[in-house]
């Protein structure tokens, strides 16, 4: 309809629509003075989503149109990139005056593009991914435009795919087409904002030279993507690094949620690990901590390395002096960031060189604490005194955020614009001087020097005078009056334009200067990326000394022979909220723990305070116990709380059923596994069934370390059959019918399940809770009956070969969903190639 109507519309009305057909898929903010407006459906939307009027407005025939005002377009902003939308700046390109100002789209801005600090957040990575299809599997390239951090991972399956999304919080995914439309669906069912772009940069840069052929692709596809939206070269992309998933330990999101490593399970971020070892002071520091604790390690050396210049930074004697020096240090990675995104403003580089400014003194700290380790990193640190020099010497220090405006550029920084500012403020003394001068020059004493609108500065001569003239002294004779000459000079007809203009052609010239600035500091990039990663780094062993101290936490150590031996260990969140009561852990090689005890008695805070402190010492932190010696695990894997998922759709027990399947597909004997009440989503003996087939494969197949907790009593048998299944219990007494926990956690198992204690606990009538124990008397009766040969396990025929393996299973889907109109040959033969090499597997 619209298009039907394209010649009626005003001529902008017309520049508007070709526009909105290039970027029909964003909302088209079309600047219009000191607006920005949008037009037909996009106003309605925009009106909606921001509350903002919906007005009407006459272009040929009427047609709705809303509108935020340009200085203040950020908020705007922000809300509709939440809200999930694209949105197409369109300027106004040449000045307006006659006829139609030109306009073009200078930028998309979309959920991963954004690089403004008022819409980010300070201590989070904002990543946009490039997600392609190769033959090896899955290619994930990702970086932060505000940072220009970037990274990659490939070889992938699924699953990992949409755990590494997950866990990075990838806020954009491209992709370039959409076969893989099940893996679409989830993503975006999981809240990632998808887009399609198909086309892929041919040539490398920098950024991705020195990646294997296989890899760069995943670069120029999300180069040309970036290219597309951004439309400026982004020089400040870091050069990629390959994160080899082999390096990390294998935990995938879930599990890090279980243990709220960075996310709470309850919106309280309290209830994190990070919220109570972060004591970060930068930015930078802060992101880096968190990357850290999403990569946990497994080589021993680089956690090491941690921990060592961990322990070099415990000495507390100079440690406010080094947090405050941190603190005076901003975002040098954003602030990079924006200077090669050219939005960078004076406000920032003086901001840069305010930071610049507190290197010499930091380093002064760091040289005192007298480490080796620390001085490595100390003599790293380049203040970048040239750019302090040239920062300081052009930028004023009270700088405005705009930079059109002047009031940028300091005095003495260029002789041009000081002459120019001086003009602007002495016009009136070098008018006088001038007619001084001109006096002198003449000998014409009655000389004077006025201005009026139609010649602007002149001359002005007695007529007794300048009939006396001998020479024209450089003069040209414009206006005769009554009883004078007026005159104009070529000196005061240039100053005349130096003196009106000076102001705008100060402003001007301040512009042009700091352009000139900001390329200059373009070329440090590289150089202050590298510093902001070594502040990062300093910010964040300073963080986990300062954590170590505050919380009372140890150094880990680590032995060859699986063994776990942590003393009195504890819970790093529970224990802020609690009395916390200690427990040990000591634990052989294949050993598989099986715990019972009464509701609410801390079974699972032991179970995860294991887990935490295994992960907290492979992130290469000090960890809350008195000792601790661990093995370093390739994994880990849990199953915990069964009324976590009771809103995720599927049913508790399926949900039960794929997370154990997870530990026993991919754990090995050096993985770390948490089963927390498994069973508990079907009938008893269902349950225990499973529970107990659990535990028995994972102890003869996998010989993991495990602990188990359950509430089946029936299960502490096992101890008796299996060398290395040890029961624990954790200790409640009974005091008249109440329970007391005591949370201590010894060998053995309880007497029993205390199911009926705990709920007179929470006050159910005194009533229902008797005839419960009648019941339930009579149930163990019964039991004793039909006790079956729990322990008749006969290996030949359990063995069932005809299940598919997890690849087989991805190909055939797969190939089910192969959207055969949208995939292109070349990456139908990728395909193929890439499930025969699963089958291969
Ligand atoms: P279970 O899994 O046995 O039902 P939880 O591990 O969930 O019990 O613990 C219940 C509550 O008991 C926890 O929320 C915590 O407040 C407290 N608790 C658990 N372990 C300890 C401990 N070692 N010291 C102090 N309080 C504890
Ligand atoms: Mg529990």
């Keep these: 309809m619209k298009d039907d109507n394209k010649q009626t519309y005003t001529p902008m009305m017309q520049q508007y629509l070709k526009i909105k057909e290039d970027y029909a898929d964003a909302l088209v903010f079309f600047r219009l003075g000191d607006f920005y407006e949008l037009f037909f459906d996009d106003a309605i939307i925009a009106s909606k989503v921001l509350e903002i009027a919906l007005t009407a407005r006459d272009a040929g025939s009427k047609v709705s149109m809303a509108g935020v005002p340009h200085h203040s377009v950020k908020p705007y902003i922000q809300k509709l990139i939440e809200n999930g939308y694209k949105i197409a700046i369109a300027e106004q390109v040449t000045e307006p ?18 690089f403004e600090d008022e819409i980010l957040e300070a201590n989070k990575n904002n990543f946009i991914a490039s997600l392609l299809v190769t033959e090896h599997g899955y290619l994930l390239t990702y970086a932060d435009i505000s940072t220009g951090e970037s990274f990659l991972v490939d070889k992938l399956n699924k699953k990992e795919v949409i755990d590494q999304i997950k866990t990075l919080a990838i806020k954009e995914l491209v992709v370039k087409n959409q076969y893989d439309t099940i893996l679409i669906e989830e993503l975006k069912s999981n809240g990632i904002y998808v887009t399609i772009h198909e086309e892929v940069n041919t040539h490398d840069t920098k950024w991705n030279e020195h990646l294997e052929l296989n890899q760069r692709q995943g670069a120029r596809h999300l180069l040309n993507y970036l290219n597309a939206t951004q439309k400026q070269p982004l020089s400040h992309l870091q050069k990629i690094v390959v994160e080899e998933n082999k390096k990390y330990m294998n935990v995938d999101f879930r599990v890090k949620k279980h243990l709220e490593i960075i996310e709470s399970n309850t919106n309280n971020q309290k209830t994190t690990l990070l919220y109570h070892i972060d004591n970060t002071k930068t930015a930078m520091g802060a992101r880096l901590l968190k990357h850290q604790l999403n990569h946990p390690l497994i080589d021993l050396n680089q956690i090491n390395q941690r921990l060592d210049l961990i322990t070099a930074f415990l000495p507390s004697q100079y440690r406010s002096e080094l947090q405050e020096r941190l603190s005076y240090i901003y975002d040098i990675n954003r602030i990079v960031g924006k200077v090669s995104f050219k939005s960078v403003n004076a406000r920032d580089l003086y901001q840069l060189r305010e930071t610049l400014k507190q290197i010499e003194p930091l380093k002064e700290t760091l040289y005192k604490y007298d ?45 041009k614009l000081d002459e120019l500012h001086n003009i602007n403020a002495h016009s009136k003394e070098w008018l006088q001087n001038f007619e001084e001068e001109e006096r002198e020059r003449t000998g014409i004493k009655t000389l004077k020097v006025g201005y009026n609108r139609v010649f602007g500065y002149f001359i002005e001569i007695s007529k007794a005078a300048s009939l006396a003239m001998e020479e024209d002294f450089g003069y040209e004779r414009k206006q005769t009056l009554t009883n004078s000459e007026r005159y104009i000079s070529p000196i005061l007809k240039e100053k005349e334009d130096v003196i009106l203009n000076a102001k705008d052609k100060a402003i001007n010239l301040e512009y042009e200067l700091f352009v000139e600035i900001r390329d200059e500091v373009t070329k440090y990039t590289y150089s202050l990326q590298e510093l902001s990663g070594y502040i990062a780094s300093i910010d964040v062993y300073l963080s986990h000394a300062i954590s170590a101290e505050k919380n009372k936490y140890v150094r880990p150590t680590f032995n060859n022979l699986r063994e776990v031996k942590i ?24 050993e598989t723990f099986l715990i019972t005890g009464p509701n609410m008695s801390g079974k699972s805070t ?152 705990v709920a007179a606990l929470a006050n159910l009538p005194k009533e229902l809770i008797k005839r419960s124990e009648q019941i339930l008397k009579q149930l163990e009766n019964k039991e004793d009956k039909v006790k079956v040969d729990l322990f008749n396990y006969d290996d030949e025929e359990i063995i069932i070969d005809n299940t598919l393996s997890i690849e087989q299973e991805e190909v055939l889907d797969g190939l089910e969903r192969i959207d055969f109109d949208k995939v292109t040959p070349i990456d139908a033969l990728i395909l193929l190639k890439n499930y025969q090499n699963k089958l291969k597997k």
């Design 97 to 114: 005056g006659k006829g139609l100002v030109e306009r073009e789209v200078t930028r998309v801005i979309t959920p991963g593009t954004v």
């Design 567 to 590: 003393i009195k260990g504890r819970h790093p969140v529970v224990e802020k909220f609690t009395n916390f009561v200690a427990n040990d852990i000591i634990m052989s090689e294949g």
């Design 606 to 757: 032991y179970m995860r305070m294991f887990a935490l402190l295994s992960y907290m010492s492979q992130v290469g932190s000090f960890v809350p116990a008195t000792s601790a010696s661990l093995p370093i695990y390739d994994a880990i894997f849990t199953r915990i709380g069964s009324s976590d998922d009771l809103s995720g759709g599927k049913s508790t027990f399926m949900v039960e059923m794929v997370e154990s399947n997870e530990a026993l597909t991919y754990a090995t004997n050096n993985s770390l596994i948490l089963f927390d009440e498994i069973g508990r989503g079907t009938a008893t003996y269902d349950g225990m069934a499973l529970a107990q087939g659990m535990v028995e494969y994972i102890y003869t197949k996998i010989k993991a370390q495990m602990l188990f907790s359950t509430h089946y009593h029936e299960l502490t048998a096992l101890a008796d059959n299996y060398e290395k299944i040890t029961n624990l219990h954790v200790k409640a007494r009974e005091e008249k019918n109440r329970m007391i926990f005591l949370h201590q956690v010894e060998k053995g198992a309880s007497d029993k399940s205390y199911g009926l204690q």
């Design 371 to 415: 480490n080796e380790l620390i001085n490595n990193l100390t003599n790293k640190l380049d203040n970048h005194q040239e750019l302090i020099d040239l920062l300081e010497k052009a930028i004023s220090d009270n700088p405005p955020l705009t930079i059109k405006e002047g009031g940028i550029i300091k005095t003495g920084h260029n002789e």
